[in-house]
T-cell receptor, first 112, second 116 residues
Framework: DGGITQSPKYLFRKEGQNVTLSCEQNLNHDAMYWYRQDPGQGLRLIYYSQIVNDFQKGDIAEGYSVSREKKESFPLTVTSAQKNPTAFYLC???????????FGNGTRLTVT | AQSVTQLDSHVSVSEGTPVLLRCNYSSSYSPSLFWYVQHPNKGLQLLLKYTSAATLVKGINGFEAEFKKSETSFHLTKPSAHMSDAAEYFCVVSDPSGGGADGLTFGKGTHLIIQP
């Protein structure tokens, strides 16, 4: 059953700690994306990658980092430099061209 | 530059009545357009997509949308609302030449409320 798996579903951290969110896809998609969603808000792009070992900053990349060492994996690290990290994080992937995005079920991060 | 405008931030309808969620776009190319639904604490699920084939697109759960190039619109409709349709809906444009990250631009979302 193909899809995108985000883990964990809920994550709690203390302020000042880095935390890594996992995103794995078995759809053989080339492109992968990370979005942030705040309550009542739309989606804001953090980072995206169209090919292994390459990625581009989105609109709100400050305080975040990513890697793309394998086609199926695109982990996101929320660093201590991110001033307001509490949010719902969504990972997505798609084939190249105008194909639609496929989303994971999200990770809700709470930092106190 | 590419843009997507969802004309209503909130829409409230009674169960069993029609649903209309409005989306206007601007794009310099021939875009693909998508509607997604998001239930609370879930990811986005693709409802339907337009990719330059038939202008009337049927999706899942009884939803459909009509691409009108002259009006630059892609409104989402359903003949009869169900309580389970209560969710957030996003209109998305994909246009490789239109700007945005990888040619993708999201609308800000429409919150659909279903009254019993």
């Amino acid at each position: 059953d193909g899809g995108i798996t985000q883990s964990p579903k809920y994550l709690f951290r203390k302020e000042g700690q880095n935390v890594t969110l996992s995103c794995e896809q078995n759809l053989n998609h080339d492109a992968m994306y990370w979005y942030r969603q705040d309550p009542g808000q739309g989606l804001r792009l953090i980072y995206y990658s169209q090919i292994v070992n390459d990625f581009q900053k989105g609109d709100i990349a400050e305080g975040y980092s990513v890697s793309r060492e394998k086609k199926e994996s695109f982990p996101l690290t929320v660093t201590s430099a991110q001033k307001n990290p509490t949010a719902f994080y969504l990972c997505a992937s798609r084939a190249l061209g105008n194909s639609p995005l496929h989303f994971g079920n999200g990770t809700r991060l709470t930092v106190t | 530059a590419q843009s997507v405008t969802q004309l209503d931030s909130h829409v409230s309808v009674s169960e069993g009545t029609p649903v209309l969620l409005r989306c206007n776009y601007s794009s310099s190319y021939s875009p693909s357009l998508f509607w997604y639904v998001q239930h609370p604490n879930k990811g986005l699920q693709l409802l339907l997509k337009y990719t330059s084939a038939a202008t009337l697109v049927k999706g899942i759960n009884g939803f459909e949308a009509e691409f009108k190039k002259s009006e630059t619109s892609f409104h989402l409709t359903k003949p009869s609302a169900h309580m389970s349709d209560a969710a957030e809906y996003f209109c998305v444009v994909s246009d490789p030449s239109g700007g945005g990250a990888d040619g993708l631009t999201f609308g800000k979302g429409t919150h659909l409320i279903i009254q019993p």
